[in-house]
């Protein structure tokens, strides 16, 4: 793999969005975290997407272990997404009318959650509650290392890979503790020593498939093991938070979030600082919504977030 690629997957796994409301990239790279486990993204049974002018639901069957149908079925509904895009344009100039344009499904998309950090920046709280955070990385060959390793292995080789990059554009040096990347090579480093791994025996994900060896469970067949309390379908979505899905956009918003895995990310900067319980006041306001219309819907699809 090429550095550039190397980079947008860290800017993936610290959540850095290209918006107005983000934090610079070279700020959230201070929060970089290794991985812990990995898993598949395409495990439901279909790929949709809701087309608002047109007023219609198109959708594919998903064969997670069938790659020619599932890239068939994505390139098809990531066609019907380009139109819609398209059509945006022109809705603009005939009528004035503003619908917004839609990202397109993912076609190589990964799993992945972050490892807890040991550093006292990162939110204590957040840390104490237990909840988890999942990125989505959509790169071909990290799609294609994860069809042949199992969790533990792709694990150990991704955050090799991730860890090798730090070494080499800090150029070795011994960095200052204010430095951006001082606390990422930390937690690299330690989550290596606590797994008990020597980092110099482990190779690097970047290195190549060949002679890699195939597992009889791959990452990308595998499901993440999810809360018992969950109540939510899941599928492929493009737009999942539109409110045609659901009964409210409320209702949208949480089951995207369940869908995509994280729902514990979300909410990690609603805990009550000192008791691990969810403060329902200021995930309404995160959510948009009132208190009683929040705890209806979490009570609904993510009631363990209640206990």
């Known amino acids: 793999m090429i550095d550039s690629d190397i980079y947008s997957i860290i800017k993936t796994l610290v959540g850095y969005q290209k918006n107005s409301h983000s934090r610079s990239d070279r700020i959230k790279m201070r929060d970089l975290l290794p991985i812990d486990s990995a898993f598949g993204y395409y495990l439901s049974n279909k790929v949709e997407f809701y087309d608002p002018i047109q007023d219609e639901i198109f959708y594919r069957n998903l064969k997670y272990d069938n790659e020619?149908?599932?890239?068939?079925?994505?390139?098809?509904?990531?066609?019907?997404?380009?139109?819609?895009?398209?059509?945006?344009?022109?809705?603009?100039?005939?009528?004035?009318?503003?619908?917004?344009?839609?990202?397109?499904?993912?076609?190589?998309?990964?799993?992945?959650?972050?490892?807890?950090?040991?550093?006292?920046?990162?939110?204590?709280?957040?840390?104490?509650?237990?909840?988890?955070?999942?990125?989505?990385?959509?790169?071909?060959?990290?799609?294609?290392?994860?069809l042949k390793l199992d969790s533990d292995h792709f694990v150990e080789r991704f955050n090799k890979m991730i860890y090798v990059y730090l070494i080499k554009i800090t150029g070795g040096k011994t960095l200052m503790t204010d430095n951006t990347l001082y606390n990422p090579i930390i937690e690299y480093e330690d989550w290596f020593m606590s797994a008990g791994l020597d980092v110099h025996e482990i190779k690097s994900l970047a290195e190549g498939l060949r002679g890699m060896k195939s597992s009889d469970s791959p990452v990308n067949y595998t499901k993440k093991i999810t809360p018992k309390k969950i109540n939510a379908s899941y599928s492929v979505r493009a737009n999942p938070d539109h409110k045609k899905w659901y009964s409210s956009p409320v209702e949208s918003k949480i089951i995207s979030l369940?869908?995509?895995?994280?729902?514990?990310?979300?909410?990690?900067?609603?805990?009550?600082?000192?008791?691990?319980?969810?403060?329902?006041?200021?995930?309404?306001?995160?959510?948009?919504?009132?208190?009683?219309?929040a705890k209806k819907f979490i009570n609904l699809h993510a009631s363990y977030l209640l206990e």
């Open 68 to 146: 020619k149908v599932r890239l068939d079925s994505i390139a098809y509904i990531n066609g019907r997404i380009d139109y819609y895009n398209r059509l945006c344009d022109e809705e603009f100039s005939k009528n004035g009318s503003i619908y917004d344009y839609i990202d397109p499904i993912a076609e190589w998309g990964v799993k992945v959650k972050l490892s807890d950090s040991i550093l006292s920046t990162i939110d204590v709280n957040n840390i104490a509650s237990g909840k988890e955070t999942i990125r989505i990385i959509n790169n071909e060959y990290i799609y294609k290392c994860a």
């Open 258 to 293: 369940i869908e995509n895995g994280t729902m514990d990310g979300f909410v990690s900067d609603c805990m009550f600082k000192h008791i691990n319980k969810i403060n329902i006041k200021k995930l309404a306001s995160k959510l948009n919504c009132s208190d009683k219309t």
